[in-house]
């Protein structure tokens, strides 16, 4: 067995990366995601609308592998603001919830200067254990 592409059906093409790769043993890379829609339109422009999409975003593409929020292991944030970040604590954690529900896995943030989409104000990459078998 080798390696699959995981693309959630009715996404637009991802151009020149993968939205995730499953790997044999369960793991699922989930690549960057933004907050742009299957489409890739951003209809958020704020940082939680994005927030918001960006993790709906990360749950398509597990339940595209045949998982769930509950077999995240890791989140990595690159934020273009902090200072936004900071100042919606509360509707971070609310929006966290309501899409990913009470799982918590290792997560690191990071801001950065630019994101490759000039729109994006935040990406996610995630890593899951899909169950196998």
Do not use: C, S
Not at 18 to 31: I, K, R, W
Not at 111 to 122: K, M, P, R, T
């Amino acid at each position: 067995m080798t390696n699959r592409i995981i693309h959630p059906e009715g996404w637009a093409a991802a151009k020149g990366y993968a939205n995730g790769v499953l790997t044999t043993e369960g793991t699922l890379y989930v690549g960057g995601q933004i907050g742009w829609t299957a489409e890739q339109v951003f209809e958020a422009h704020d940082f939680i609308g994005q927030m918001e999409q960006t993790l709906k975003n990360i749950v398509a593409v597990i339940e595209a592998a045949g998982g769930g929020p509950e077999h995240l292991v890791r989140l990595t944030w690159y934020v273009t603001d902090k200072q936004d970040y900071l100042a919606h604590q509360a509707d971070v954690g609310r929006v966290y919830r309501a899409v990913l529900g009470r799982n918590f896995p290792a997560m690191t943030m990071v801001v950065v200067q630019a994101l490759v989409e000039d729109e994006a104000l935040l990406e996610i990459e995630a890593t899951a254990q899909i169950p196998q078998g």
